[in-house]
């Protein structure tokens, strides 16, 4: 691994890998990384935590920061929600994301 640099994996909607290398020294979170990489995360309210476009399932074992309880409600809010949905927006681009793998989680098409 180069220094400042992580190795991630993001899983998109058709199944497809594409493999990112982000940086973490610029303050970056994983949503404005997918965003960058031009993955289809809409990222919609700016990673407030408020709109769930950004949601996605977490397939490595990272250790990850604990969900605060904005990013709670707004999974409680969710759809399709299973046990291992996060926010991609409330996960900051750290040296404990290297390795990480995330799955895009599908679209409500009620309200895309
Ligand atoms: Fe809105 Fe993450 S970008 S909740």
């Known amino acids: 691994m180069e220094e400042n640099i992580v190795s991630i994996t993001v899983i998109d909607r058709e199944g497809k890998e594409h493999k990112i290398d982000a940086p973490t020294d610029m303050n970056f979170n994983l949503m404005e990384i997918c965003k ?8 919609t309210c ?3 935590a ?9 397939q490595s074992d990272n250790a990850l920061p604990e969900a605060s309880d904005d990013e ?10 299973e046990d291992n949905s996060r926010l991609s927006c409330q996960l900051p681009i750290t040296n404990d994301l290297d390795g990480l ?12």
Do not use: N, R, W
Request: aromatic share 8%; net charge negative.
């Open 36 to 43: 960058a990489s031009e993955l289809p995360v809409e990222g």
């Open 46 to 48: 700016g990673g407030m």
């Open 50 to 58: 408020l709109c769930a476009s950004c949601h996605c399932y977490v």
């Open 72 to 81: 709670e409600d707004m999974l409680d809010q969710a759809f399709f929600v």
């Open 101 to 112: 793998i995330v799955k895009l989680a599908p679209v409500d098409e009620t309200v895309a």
